[in-house]
């Protein structure tokens, strides 16, 4: 890789500030942030990113549109401060080269002009998390680029507030990460060296007089033992494999405005590290982390220092090696024979790993369905040879019998089978060992013919079956017809008499009709009359059991006492 790419060391710097909404920052002296030690960098970046949160007061109004008047006007005052700061007269000048806005939240991005003919495919995205993605008063701003052969990524983002909100802070970063796109669905992660700053929002998780003690004391270790972003990170739940700078400043949250002191209103808001500058990316190198007083606002600016290696491929070279490998692949194809009707490419120069074995195979040619037809066996049988008939039917169990035997040998092997089990009719079989080996040869004897019943086949003298040595699974027990039922209402009085629920009669097509809503007067659709209910419903006791009562000719009550019978004529009735 090395042979074809040249390497290069470049600065970035990173800072980010919550403005608070304060407009009047814009004529304030911003060279203590954008330009530190003592005014002069050690070393003039190459890429200055600044971020800026609240550049707008977030009333109802501003959260759902956003106004880039406030936004030109800080662009303007970082670009006059990072040029009026010169080294030497020869010193290169700083150029815009892309800015984003998402209503409060921007993202303003300085090159220097000798840098601009290595940067290219620059784009810019937003991702909204208020109220659930409709508003823009949380949110990131990001812009992309690619710095030769280096692609770089820089965000700003603006997470939910609140002291107890931390889950909900993770989830916006979740959102951000996974849903902010660029051009070709590329995300955040897609890239080799990004930097989020902004402000997260992430608390210190102890008590207001604690937290001021301790910062009185200026114990800063136990500050971000306690801080809620250090431990988010350290469970996973927020910007995995990110790296910060150890922190060397006081908290950057709250501030009375104007002033270092903190915050003495009835919120009493505890201080914490709002404000956070990481990094992703093996070839970014953090070289300072710091903070900047600057006071018209509650944040105070924090800024840090990278050196980024970026990689350089020789475009020429790579353009050579490209042409020399297609030209060596054409002479390939091209010495290959003409003769097949579509030469596959992919299997051109490959050859079988072993004789006899089929050749090469792609994706377009598959040797098994050469010639549009699936591929057949050719295996036959060995000669003279059939399959053996003794070995059993499951392949798996073991047995001494050889797959193929001789010819000569295949009835001896059909002779020994002393076992036959056809489950036929539901009838269980056994074969007596001492049943002559003759009458196997005739399968159909084992089986009844079409039309016979299984107990006519098995009792016929020819089969072999027959006799003692059958046994015969014992027939189910014949269901019981049960009792009529009938019910000992009180008959209705008058001529309109019905037949009591639950007692059946059997008409002349041999179908039962129920009888709980016959009516017992004459009617159009019977041809003859019903006889009295009292008849009808009399239940089967030993006084009338076994006389017959007749009606038409018919019997009404057979001799159990079960049953009823209508006479010929008798018809359900249809539905009108």
């Not at 060995?382 to 169990?397: E, H, I, K």
């Amino acid at each position: 890789m090395h042979e074809f790419s040249t390497s290069e060391t470049i600065c970035i710097w990173a800072g980010t500030f919550n403005l608070n909404g304060k407009g009047s920052g814009v004529r304030e002296d911003l060279s203590a942030w954008l330009c530190p030690s003592a005014g002069v960098w050690r070393r003039e970046p190459d890429i200055v990113a600044v971020g800026f949160q609240e550049i707008v007061e977030l009333s109802p109004q501003q959260v759902m549109s956003t106004d880039p008047v406030r936004r030109q006007e800080w662009e303007e005052a970082v670009r006059l401060t990072i040029n009026s700061k010169k080294k030497c007269a020869s010193r290169e000048e700083y150029v815009l080269l892309r800015s984003g806005q998402l209503v409060g939240a921007a993202l303003v991005v300085f090159v220097k002009s000798c840098a601009l003919k290595n940067i290219k495919n620059v784009e810019g995205s937003v991702k909204k998390t208020g109220m659930s993605g409709m508003a823009g008063n949380k949110g990131a701003v990001a812009i992309r680029m690619d710095y030769a052969s280096t692609r770089i990524c820089l965000v700003t983002a603006h997470l939910a507030a609140g002291f107890a909100n931390y889950e909900e802070r993770n989830r916006d970063y979740r959102t951000i990460s996974h849903g902010l796109r660029f051009q070709r669905n590329r995300s955040i992660d897609d890239h080799d060296a990004i930097i989020w700053l902004g402000d997260m929002n992430y608390r210190i998780g102890l008590s207001d007089d604690k937290a001021r003690r301790l910062i009185k004391m200026n114990d800063l270790e136990s500050l971000y033992a306690n801080d809620q972003l250090n431990l988010q990170m350290i469970a996973g739940h927020a910007f995995p494999y990110y790296s910060e700078a150890r922190i060397t400043f006081l908290p950057t949250y709250k501030y009375n405005n104007g002033t270092d002191e903190y915050d003495t209103s009835e919120k009493a808001r505890i201080p914490a590290w709002c404000d956070r500058i990481l990094r992703k990316g093996s070839n970014l190198k953090q070289i300072d982390y710091a903070t900047a007083p600057l006071r018209f606002s509650d944040h105070r600016p924090v800024y840090a220092t990278f050196e980024c290696l970026t990689s350089n491929i020789d475009e020429h070279r790579k353009e050579e090696l490209s042409r020399a490998l297609y030209e060596k692949r054409k002479q390939n194809i091209a010495g290959s024979s003409a003769a097949t009707e579509q030469i596959d490419e992919d299997t051109v120069g490959y050859s079988s790993v072993a004789a006899g074995l089929p050749p090469a195979s792609s994706g377009r040619r598959k040797w098994w369905l050469d010639n549009g037809l699936p591929v057949r066996s050719q295996a036959g049988p060995p000669t003279d040879m059939v399959l053996n008939l003794a070995r059993p039917s499951n392949p798996f169990a073991r047995t001494n019998e050889p797959d193929w035997v001789i010819a000569g040998r295949s009835s001896e092997a059909r002779k020994s089978t002393s076992r036959v089990s056809p489950a036929r009719h539901g009838t269980q079989m056994t074969v007596s060992p001492n049943a002559r080996p003759d009458s196997f040869s005739n399968a159909s004897s084992l089986f009844p013919r079409q039309g016979d019943s299984p107990h006519q086949a098995l009792s016929s003298p020819s089969s072999p079956l027959s006799g003692s040595d059958v046994r015969r699974k014992p027939a189910p027990p014949v269901p019981r017809k049960p009792a009529l039922l009938s019910t000992s209402r009180a008959e209705p009085k008058g001529p309109r008499s019905r037949v009591s629920a639950g007692t059946q009669m059997r008409a002349s097509n041999g179908r039962r009709v129920e009888g709980s809503s016959i009516d017992s007067r004459p009617n159009p659709v019977f041809s003859s009359q019903l006889p009295p209910p009292s008849t009808l419903d009399a239940p089967a006791t030993p006084s009338n059991r076994g006389k017959t009562d007749t009606v038409g000719g018919r019997t009404i009550l057979d001799e159990a006492g079960e049953g009823l019978e209508a006479i010929p004529s008798l018809q359900p009735v249809r539905p009108r």
